[in-house]
């Protein structure tokens, strides 16, 4: 599976967009990005995933590279609720989830 | 998306015992599967636990360990066995549903476990 990497933390002010980095160089043509937030004592909860288009849905937006060597997950208006550990995966055969991102979402 | 429920939310054991944990699904799904999460870690894959079939485990973990039965589409459990304080982690189910056509997983609360 491809390896990701992310920053290990960041802050952003609410009401701010967040923009989640990673970088996966080694992706293969046919792997997806996906992207998973954990809360907090709570599950994983899916957000996005996408394969070499710019993808959009109600909770973000996922931007991929033209080379899809690296993608940026876009939490356009944070909130509180918002601050989680943040997991960038290239899925193959099944998620490996990394260390992720702590985004911790400040007023 | 699914709904998907774990008994218990939280137990303490104590170490030799064994605790099963229960995963149920609001819909049928045919691919389950069972994560670790030690304290201040990220998930790990166990098992890959699909009905009518053996589970399959990860590097690391073993039936005899971790025993899982999936008796229906809705339903599984995982058994960890003759525990030791190693053991303590967050449980989670996860579950990949059929009519999504994609390989996005869903996963369960957890069930954290303390062996003492």
């Known amino acids: 599976d491809a390896k990701t990497t992310q920053p290990t933390s960041m802050d952003c002010a609410e009401g701010r967009a967040a923009n989640l980095p990673c970088n996966h160089s080694t992706i293969s043509g046919n792997e997806y990005v996906y992207w998973y937030r954990q809360i907090h004592s709570q599950g994983p909860q899916y957000i996005i995933h996408?394969?070499?288009n710019n993808e959009t849905n109600e909770m973000a937006s996922l931007i991929i590279t033209e080379d899809r060597k690296s993608s940026t997950l876009i939490l356009p208006h944070a909130t509180l609720r918002d601050t989680a550990v943040y997991y960038c995966i290239v899925f193959s055969s099944k998620l490996t989830f990394g260390t992720g991102t702590r985004l911790q979402v400040t007023l | 998306s699914a709904v998907i429920s774990q008994k218990p939310s939280r137990d303490i054991c104590q170490r030799g015992t064994s605790l099963t944990i229960q995963c149920q699904v609001d819909?049928?799904?045919?691919?389950m599967f069972w994560y670790r999460q030690q304290p201040g870690q990220s998930l790990t894959l166990i098992a890959t636990?699909?009905?009518?079939?053996?589970?399959?485990?990860e590097s690391g973990f073993v039936i005899d360990k971790f025993p899982i039965s999936r008796p229906n589409l809705t339903f599984s459990t995982l058994t960890v066995s003759n525990m030791s304080p190693e053991d303590s982690s967050i449980y989670l189910c996860?579950?990949?549903?059929?009519?999504?056509?994609?390989?996005?997983?869903?996963f369960g609360p957890g069930t954290r476990l303390t062996v003492l």
């Open positions: 819909s049928q799904v045919t691919m």
């Open positions: 636990a699909n009905q009518g079939s053996e589970a399959t485990y």
């Open positions: 996408g394969l070499k």
């Open positions: 996860s579950v990949e549903p059929d009519r999504t056509f994609t390989d996005t997983q869903y």
